[in-house]
């Protein structure tokens, strides 16, 4: 079931005070019956082949070392080339079937129509990702094998977190079912408190700017520059409160539990670089990447240095820059790729490669031009620009991954020179009027996201919770009664899929 559905607001309430009235002995069997319900909505069928995949990672985890204490590697790397290949046929099977029965008509082959498509199990790319952090980190002997059964289920179906992340490593969450929960009133409060923000970004922001977005981003090539441009701007920020709004409920409904799930978000609007960026923006992935793919593929990769005869390459780049750039463009790469599948997303994953590769590439020669122009002695200019470019690059490649395909990406980014005659620029609105869209939800959405990006600016340096808790009781509970009174008459009037399920 989705958070915004009507049924969680049934269901979730329920869960937690069963939850706590029952003995601490059988609250593992209740989370693992309750998140097993949560998934059951979406299908019966897709549950019963996670319980199939949890118990054959569960075996496999068991076994990895011999009792000699020897890595037994056959079954270590079966059991990663399982994981993988079940995402892979997933994923992909219905992209490598279009282009079978395409060659297949090219050739005069016959093809049968009964093969069906493959419909994506809901949250198999986070499961699958948990999957392989746990496997290869009993390898790396970062954490022992879990015995019991029905915890280690409990962990991989955790219904929070399940269809959309965080990406939780077993080592910090799988000892939270081991722990004694009761209820505490501060966790239930920082909880609800949480779920109502991460509502408010999810029907207030991303559902109310969804509307202008996708009224560009459905038909490419019908706009003029600023209504591209908007849109692009706006896409961002939809993403980014539907995205993170769905962590903050995530996390409050966890803290309500007593769990504490990994922060995904930490203000990335307020990112310095490209790099930097991807510190603060879905925090799980990037450090996954960043421990299982970066980090292991820089390693190896030294083997490039014995290649090159010279300390120096090319005149300018170091070995070590260049199996940076190595690195960076593979981790990127499958970042895209475990996004979607097209050409698109290989893009987004070549992009944001090339932007952080010249940032290290360049990082000297952009300390110089920095220090002659004098940048570097007015900093808030110079965090205001670099806060600015990073804007700029990052909304540049959100265009790839908001369009279905390359052609569309081509024909907004097409749209973005043309149309900036004063009597074009005044057409902008009523195109947005033509697809249906009402004034006072853009503004409730343009309203709801200076908030949002207010909020962002005053947490760099202190969270705004710890603001909210401190401030004097009339103020705090103005907040409440202004978060719970947007939801209620600012939500947009059709509430839409968190865009990352479909990942």
Same mark, same amino acid.
């Given at each position: 079931?989705?958070?915004?559905?009507? $049924?969680?607001?049934?269901?979730?309430?329920?869960?937690?005070?069963?939850?706590?009235?029952?003995?601490?002995?059988?609250?593992?069997?209740?989370?693992?019956?309750?998140?097993?319900?949560?998934?059951?909505?979406?299908?019966?069928?897709?549950?019963?082949?996670?319980?199939?995949?949890?118990?054959?990672?569960? =075996?496999?985890?068991? !076994?990895?070392?011999?009792?000699?204490?020897?890595?037994?590697?056959? &079954?270590?790397?079966?059991?990663?080339?399982?994981?993988?290949?079940?995402?892979?046929?997933?994923?992909?099977? !219905?992209?490598?079937?279009?282009?079978?029965?395409?060659?297949?008509?090219?050739?005069?082959?016959?093809?049968?129509?009964?093969?069906?498509?493959?419909?994506?199990? +809901?949250?198999?790319?986070?499961?699958?990702?948990?999957?392989?952090?746990?496997?290869?980190?009993?390898?790396?002997?970062?954490?022992?094998?879990?015995?019991?059964?029905?915890?280690?289920?409990?962990?991989?179906?955790?219904?929070?977190? +399940?269809?959309?992340?965080?990406?939780?490593?077993?080592?910090?969450?799988?000892?939270?079912?081991?722990?004694?929960?009761?209820?505490? /009133?501060?966790?239930?409060?920082?909880?609800?408190?949480?779920?109502?923000?991460?509502?408010?970004?999810?029907? =207030?922001?991303?559902?109310?700017?969804?509307?202008?977005? $996708?009224?560009?981003?459905?038909?490419?090539?019908?706009?003029?520059?600023?209504?591209?441009? &908007? /849109?692009?701007?706006?896409?961002?920020?939809?993403?980014?409160?539907?995205?993170?709004?769905?962590?903050?409920?995530?996390?409050?409904?966890?803290?309500?539990?007593?769990?504490?799930?990994?922060?995904?978000?930490?203000?990335?609007?307020?990112?310095?670089?490209?790099?930097?960026?991807?510190?603060?923006?879905?925090?799980?992935?990037?450090?996954?990447?960043?421990?299982?793919?970066?980090?292991? &593929?820089?390693?190896?990769?030294?083997?490039?240095?014995?290649?090159?005869?010279?300390?120096?390459?090319?005149?300018?780049?170091?070995?070590?820059?260049?199996?940076?750039?190595?690195?960076?463009?593979?981790?990127?790469?499958?970042?895209?790729?475990?996004?979607? =599948?097209?050409?698109?997303?290989?893009?987004?994953?070549?992009?944001?490669?090339?932007?952080?590769?010249?940032?290290?590439?360049?990082?000297?020669?952009?300390?110089?031009?920095?220090?002659?122009?004098?940048?570097?002695?007015?900093?808030?200019?110079?965090?205001?620009?670099?806060?600015?470019?990073?804007?700029?690059?990052? $909304?540049? =490649?959100?265009?790839?991954?908001?369009?279905?395909?390359?052609?569309?990406?081509?024909?907004?980014?097409?749209?973005?020179?043309?149309?900036?005659?004063?009597?074009?620029?005044?057409?902008?609105?009523?195109?947005?009027?033509?697809?249906?869209? !009402?004034? /006072?939800?853009?503004?409730?959405?343009?309203?709801?996201?200076?908030?949002?990006?207010?909020?962002? /600016?005053?947490?760099?340096?202190?969270?705004?919770?710890?603001?909210?808790?401190?401030?004097?009781?009339?103020?705090?509970?103005?907040?409440?009664?202004?978060?719970?009174?947007?939801?209620?008459?600012?939500?947009?009037?059709?509430?839409?899929?968190?865009?990352?399920?479909?990942?």
């Amino acid at each position: 079931m989705f958070f915004t559905s009507f $049924n969680f607001f049934l269901f979730f309430p329920c869960v937690v005070i069963l939850y706590y009235l029952i003995p601490h002995r059988f609250q593992w069997l209740f989370l693992l019956i309750a998140s097993s319900l949560f998934y059951a909505v979406f299908s019966w069928g897709y549950l019963l082949f996670l319980f199939v995949v949890i118990l054959l990672n569960f =075996v496999i985890g068991l !076994n990895i070392y011999l009792p000699n204490g020897q890595l037994n590697r056959p &079954v270590y790397l079966s059991g990663i080339l399982i994981n993988i290949l079940i995402l892979c046929f997933y994923k992909y099977f !219905n992209y490598l079937n279009i282009d079978i029965k395409a060659a297949a008509g090219f050739l005069h082959l016959h093809y049968p129509d009964s093969v069906l498509n493959i419909i994506f199990p +809901i949250g198999l790319s986070y499961f699958v990702f948990t999957s392989l952090s746990y496997l290869i980190d009993i390898k790396r002997e970062v954490i022992k094998p879990e015995s019991h059964i029905g915890i280690f289920a409990s962990y991989f179906l955790f219904f929070p977190k +399940i269809i959309q992340g965080p990406i939780e490593r077993a080592g910090r969450l799988m000892p939270q079912f081991h722990e004694t929960h009761i209820p505490e /009133a501060a966790g239930i409060k920082d909880g609800l408190i949480l779920m109502a923000w991460g509502f408010f970004k999810k029907l =207030v922001i991303a559902d109310n700017l969804a509307i202008p977005v $996708n009224a560009v981003f459905s038909d490419p090539g019908h706009a003029n520059g600023p209504t591209s441009i &908007v /849109a692009i701007i706006l896409f961002g920020i939809q993403l980014y409160a539907d995205f993170s709004g769905y962590t903050d409920i995530a996390l409050g409904s966890a803290r309500i539990l007593g769990f504490d799930l990994t922060q995904n978000f930490r203000r990335p609007f307020l990112s310095k670089s490209v790099r930097d960026f991807w510190t603060r923006w879905h925090i799980s992935l990037s450090s996954w990447c960043s421990d299982y793919v970066f980090l292991p &593929v820089l390693t190896y990769s030294y083997s490039l240095k014995k290649m090159l005869k010279k300390t120096k390459y090319l005149k300018s780049l170091s070995a070590e820059k260049i199996m940076y750039v190595v690195a960076a463009f593979v981790t990127f790469l499958i970042i895209g790729v475990w996004h979607g =599948v097209g050409w698109n997303y290989i893009v987004v994953g070549l992009l944001f490669g090339f932007y952080v590769s010249f940032d290290i590439v360049t990082r000297d020669i952009r300390k110089k031009i920095n220090t002659g122009t004098g940048l570097l002695k007015s900093p808030q200019v110079f965090t205001a620009i670099q806060i600015f470019t990073t804007f700029l690059l990052v $909304n540049f =490649v959100w265009i790839f991954f908001r369009t279905a395909n390359l052609t569309n990406a081509g024909l907004l980014i097409r749209d973005l020179f043309h149309g900036w005659s004063y009597g074009e620029i005044h057409g902008h609105y009523m195109f947005y009027s033509r697809m249906g869209l !009402n004034g /006072a939800q853009l503004i409730a959405g343009i309203a709801a996201t200076v908030i949002l990006i207010f909020w962002d /600016a005053m947490s760099e340096k202190k969270d705004m919770f710890e603001r909210i808790y401190q401030s004097p009781v009339y103020l705090r509970w103005a907040f409440y009664y202004f978060i719970t009174i947007s939801i209620i008459l600012f939500s947009a009037p059709e509430s839409r899929q968190f865009i990352y399920l479909q990942f």
